[in-house]
């Protein structure tokens, strides 16, 4: 009987945990599902001119039509919300440094570095810069994203998860999404100019032009053709760093196995053809730009309709990015526009002196002043906000690093420069005018490549540009004591231009651009080597003339293995019948550099990283031991500029003994250690060599941020592992967690033949059957249309 008894109590208490769970699984299945994007329906605005339409297609691309600009701002801050809010947050807490709130504090490094720049603060300096009529746009797109917001059924699901309430959007944070873009071109350039001092300090002179030449034979400059490089001899020796090495560390040991480590992750492709040579007879531009993949995507991809001047209507489509309300990269039927990370010198770091007779103060350019501190409070997550002080100079903040003070004299403190003037793209007609809107823009620097409906083409600057004086010392190195640094910023007239050059092409890939004196006017921020810019460079020329949409897109999927194919050979040349003798494990190696080499980063070459791998583990040989000094020396763990394979390879064939580090009997002996080391690499724990193929590394790792906050959802909140082709220094870059954040190829006023992917889609919603939409066509680079598909769903806006 009591058994009986029990027996009921345990089917109870079972039967209540079942309905417990399924009502947890449900309240939770409901919290996700109330966080999706509304798709169809109507919604009365007070506010709206007019009436806004916004229908999606397939793959949840917007179609957003409206007889007034400022409505259809509203309507896309509105989808932005919807699908991108907590992207769109991300944004601004990266730029104001306030990532902590969310994050706690793992997020703490970050914000310190960030806030440093007070750009919140300047935010709200820089929109009292604004016109009437773009702060009321913003304004606009605000209210928008704050009602997109506002209308979902629950809280965006990655707020539930970290037990936080969204905050509303202003036009303010508009601004600061643009300054998070600062971050991601050009936030590396301080710590690349104290690793170029720490060099200079401990070389000669004339080891420092041989160890960090100022043009490469790789480069393909827009202004000239094949450019002699001179090229400074090798010093009698090297500096008392050269070669020292020590136990492998975290990020050296696994140098052969990422996407050009260190100081990496350089990208954006973009070109443009002639009409001389199309055959429509108007310009094709395309453009791929290399950022940090993730999801949702950095990019937004929306179709604008807006009024036009002469009373019709102007169709601009490409990619937005959610925080702003206007087209980055794109066509307005007219022009067509791309961008690539012109990384220019742009940051000074200007040495601050102090003296105890004047406590408080520092001299900067001679002269004494005194500090303006600004107290910067940090909330924390689950823990007390933390405050810090941040002194403010007439050269920018300072900082204390390398055993100096050093103020940071960095564009993007110019309040005043930056603006939304890249959104009035939408309403020009020819590339002249694209140019001029190109120069008078208020983003980071960017090589702007354009052509137009006629069939003319052309690359400038976008974004303000440092005055220097024409004497002035080489602001890439900090700067000498009593030199204030760049002063003022160019006028548009001013900036370089190249248009219709001979070739009937202009290419760009974040390597040198000009050879001629325009080059002072950009400095050297941290160029590409030039092999990536010269590959497509030589393949677009190839192409010859009448060329279509299809083929220019073509030039993106490049996985041409041209620059590793030197390595190749070097490391085939090595394993002689004595070397495979002295180590039989290197017989495999050189089979696998023979019959496992594809010519290309293909997933399955596995001679392809092989000859990487050897590569690298030279330069881990040659400069490890100075990158673990500056690591020591200023928390810089990557030893600057990006032509050390050319340093290398030129040393490698002119062998002087006094460069062999001491460790090594001969030139021939170094180079097999680094093969071996190659080797032992790829062929851990005793898996066979021919199975560390480029897939096996190059292998897509896209997730969620959340993902890294909650891991046990990174399941549910990731791309496929699928296995990428293509590798810095060619054109199709990709890398498991960096590459081609959209490919994109249109001749403007001929948009149906245009092609686009992506390697998200537009949702950041797990549920929602956007969240990963196009992706498979992105992996395998499938030309997919531009423009969006058939209708499947209208959300209506009335006033």
Request: net charge neutral.
């Amino acid at each position: 009987m009591a058994a009986g008894r029990r027996g009921r109590w345990v089917r109870r208490i079972g039967w209540g945990v079942l309905a417990l769970l399924v009502v947890v699984v449900m309240t939770a299945w409901f919290f996700l599902r109330g966080s999706l994007a509304q798709l169809d329906g109507k919604r009365t605005v007070p506010g709206l001119h007019g009436a806004v339409a916004v229908h999606r297609d397939a793959l949840g691309i917007p179609s957003i039509s409206g007889g007034d600009r400022h409505d259809v701002a509203y309507a896309t801050g509105f989808v932005h919300a919807q699908d991108r809010f907590f992207q769109m947050d991300l944004l601004r807490r990266v730029a104001a440094g306030e990532l902590a709130e969310l994050f706690g504090p793992k997020a703490l490094p970050t914000d310190r570095k960030h806030r440093l720049h007070r750009f919140r603060a300047r935010a709200a300096e820089a929109y009292t810069h604004l016109s009437a009529e773009d702060r009321q746009l913003i304004e606009r797109y605000a209210a928008g994203v704050n009602d997109g917001l506002n209308a979902l059924g629950t809280r965006p699901f990655e707020y539930g998860l970290l037990a936080q309430a969204p905050r509303s959007w202003s036009a303010h944070d508009t601004l600061l999404v643009i300054w998070a873009m600062y971050f991601d071109l050009q936030g590396a350039s301080a710590g690349r100019e104290l690793s170029r001092g720490w060099m200079r300090d401990n070389s000669t002179p004339e080891q420092l032009a041989f160890l960090l030449p100022e043009a490469s034979p790789w480069d393909a400059p827009v202004d000239a053709g094949d450019i002699p490089v001179a090229q400074a001899p090798v010093p009698a020796a090297p500096p008392s760093w050269w070669g020292q090495t020590g136990p492998r560390d975290a990020l050296m040991m696994t140098a052969a196995e990422t996407l050009d480590p260190p100081d990496s992750n350089t990208g954006s492709n973009n070109w443009a053809v002639a009409g001389s040579r199309s055959t429509t007879g108007g310009a094709i531009v395309a453009d791929d730009m290399h950022l940090g993949i993730k999801l949702p995507n950095t990019w937004y991809r929306a179709l604008l309709q807006v009024p036009d001047s002469n009373g019709s209507t102007r169709r601009i489509v490409g990619v937005t990015l959610p925080g702003t309300p206007f087209v980055v990269v794109g066509s307005n039927g007219h022009v067509a526009w791309g961008f690539t990370n012109s990384y220019g010198d742009f940051l000074d770091l200007v040495p601050a002196a102090a003296d105890p007779a004047r406590p408080g103060q520092v001299r900067l350019n001679g002269k004494w002043e005194q500090p303006v501190p600004h107290r910067e409070t940090i909330l924390v997550k689950g823990a007390p906000a933390e405050t810090m002080t941040v002194r403010e100079t007439s050269r920018g903040p300072l900082i204390d690093t390398a055993g100096r003070t050093w103020a940071v004299h960095w564009i993007a403190h110019e309040s005043a420069l930056l603006n939304v003037n890249l959104r009035r793209l939408e309403a020009v007609d020819t590339l002249d005018e694209a140019l001029a809107v190109a120069n008078a823009s208020g983003v980071p620097a960017q090589n702007f490549v354009a052509g137009d409906a006629a069939g003319n083409i052309g690359w400038t600057i976008a974004g303000p540009l440092p005055r220097r004086a024409p004497a002035a010392a080489d602001a890439s190195y900090p700067l000498p004591d009593g030199d204030a640094g760049w002063q003022g910023t160019l006028q548009p007239r001013e900036y370089p231009r190249v248009v219709n050059p001979p070739t009937g092409q202009l290419v760009t890939a974040n390597s040198r651009q000009l050879a001629g004196p325009g080059a002072r006017l950009l400095g050297d921020g941290g160029y590409d080597l030039g092999a990536r810019t010269r590959q497509a460079r030589d393949m677009l020329a190839a192409l010859g003339p009448k060329l279509d949409e299809k083929a220019v897109y073509g030039v993106m999927l490049d996985d041409r293995a041209l620059f590793q194919a030197r390595w190749r050979d070097r490391a085939l040349a090595l394993l002689d019948d004595a070397a495979i003798k002295a180590d039989p494990k290197r017989a495999e190696a050189a089979r696998l550099l023979r019959s496992g080499w594809t010519g290309r980063a293909s997933v399955d070459a596995s001679g392809y990283r092989i000859a990487r791998g050897f590569m690298w583990n030279l330069y881990e040989l040659l400069y490890g031991g100075a990158n673990r000094q500056m690591a020591e020396w200023a928390g810089n763990a990557a030893l600057a500029g990006k032509r050390w394979p050319d340093v290398i390879e030129r040393l490698l064939d002119s062998q002087p003994a006094a460069w062999l580090p001491r460790q090594y009997a001969s030139w021939r002996h170094l180079q097999l250690a680094a093969l071996d080391r190659t080797i032992g690499d790829l062929a851990a724990d005793g898996q066979p060599l021919s199975n560390a193929t480029w897939g096996a590394f190059n292998t897509a790792a896209i997730a969620h941020p959340i993902a890294g906050a909650v891991p046990a959802l990174r399941q549910w909140l990731s791309a496929p592992a699928d296995q990428l082709p293509g590798d810095a220094n060619m054109p199709r870059v990709a890398g498991p967690t960096f590459g081609q954040s959209e490919r994109f190829t249109v001749s403007p006023g001929k948009e149906e033949g245009g092609i686009f992917n992506m390697p998200g889609g537009q949702s950041g919603h797990p549920l929602s059957p956007y969240f990963l939409a196009g992706h498979a066509d992105w992996v395998r680079a499938r030309a997919t249309p531009l423009l969006p598909g058939p209708v499947e769903h209208t959300l209506a806006f009335a006033p």
